[in-house]
């Protein structure tokens, strides 16, 4: 664990320690524990969420039986038809 030093404004400073009276614990847990939440986040969670989203578009319809022939549909150049009309 490293130790750092925080200016905090005096609105938030009153809010912490209110909230760290009324949780029984210390602003620097609350701090912790928000700063973890943010920008760490729940790994179980996000891991969840990850595996949920595997396959979401699996068994579409409106794509052809190829995604390769829809990609390059989708890529198709058109520079050159551009260029010649000029």
Do not use: C
Request: no cysteine; aromatic share 6%; hydrophobic share 30%.
């Amino acid at each position: 664990m490293h130790r750092t030093q925080l200016y905090l404004d005096d609105d938030l400073w009153n809010a912490l320690r209110n909230r760290a009276r009324n949780q029984g614990t210390t602003i620097s847990d609350l701090v912790r524990k928000a700063a973890r939440e943010r920008y760490l986040g729940n790994l179980d969670e996000r891991r969840e969420a990850m595996l949920a989203f595997v396959g979401i578009r699996k068994g579409r319809k409106d794509l052809p039986d190829s995604t390769e022939e829809y990609v390059r549909s989708l890529r198709r150049d058109t520079r050159r038809e551009r260029l010649g009309r000029r």
